[in-house]
């Protein structure tokens, strides 16, 4: 029995109908099912904005920097270390890349001297950032202060530092300042990649040097030794030295 012309026609504009639904359901599911990680809004599969699903791990609310003191430290002939301890409260958040600005300020409060450069951050960490050789010509630095870069890129970091410790420091003032450390690996694995700096302390507790050095690697429950030197020896005994060491979680 042939189909009427009517019910041909209604059929027809049914079809077509349900054909614009299905590619328009289609089209809204790909475009929000496509998780675009950089462009600051929360699609796709994200938990968060550019985060979670197929995107990095959220992570949650990230404290700033802490800078727990800075200084200028003299070295002779108009040149000067510039060192700053950095501690990190986030315990999961870190930063593959962190830039910052050491400035040097004289005792009217006017800028001398600036060295840019830039460090990793682990979670949790405790470490140094340390400039050496600052030219400050016939200035005398009287403050210096870490400015850090604004808004740094995060990223969730879980990883678990390696079993990395110092078993031992012996320091002699003369003929040459000299910290000798012994640095140990209690882990099973080699680790490579270790950032060292050695800071000594007066009586009063203030930082008056810093140096730092690096080791390429360090076998499996093996040992290696680092040596910390200065130019010219200190008037004042240091009363106190701590060796800040780290490895590149963020990578």
């Known amino acids: 029995m042939p189909i009427p012309w009517t019910a041909k026609r209604q059929i027809t504009i049914f079809l077509i109908v349900t054909a614009v639904i299905v590619a328009a359901i289609a ?63 986030n315990l999961f958040a870190g930063l593959p890349l962190l830039k910052y600005k050491f400035k040097f300020y004289d005792a009217n409060n006017i800028l001398i001297a600036i060295r840019a450069g830039e460090t990793f951050i682990n979670p949790g ?23 850090l870069e604004e808004n740094p890129r995060w990223k969730r970091i879980e990883k678990k530092k390696p079993q990395i410790i110092i078993s031992g420091k012996t320091f002699t003032n003369r003929p040459f300042p000299r910290l000798v450390a012994e640095i140990g690996n209690e882990s099973l694995f080699q680790v490579n990649g270790v950032s060292l700096a050695a800071v000594l302390f007066s009586g009063e507790g203030n930082a008056i040097a810093v140096s730092a050095t690096a080791i390429d690697s360090i076998a499996g429950s093996a040992s290696r030794q680092v040596v910390f030197t200065w130019p010219a020896p200190f008037t004042e005994e240091p009363a106190l030295s701590k060796i800040f060491l780290r490895t590149n979680l963020t990578k």
């Open 27 to 89: 089209l809204v599911i790909i475009a929000t099912s496509k998780s675009t990680c950089f462009d600051n809004k929360q699609n796709g599969s994200e938990q968060g904005i550019d985060c979670g699903g197929s995107c990095e791990p959220c992570l949650g609310e990230v404290k700033d920097l802490i800078v727990v003191w800075s200084k200028a430290l003299k070295l002779g002939n108009g040149k000067y270390d510039a060192a700053a301890l950095i501690k990190n409260p």
């Open 125 to 147: 960490d405790r470490y140094v950032v340390f400039e050496t050789d600052i030219d400050t010509g016939r200035r005398v630095p009287k403050s210096a202060f870490l400015e």
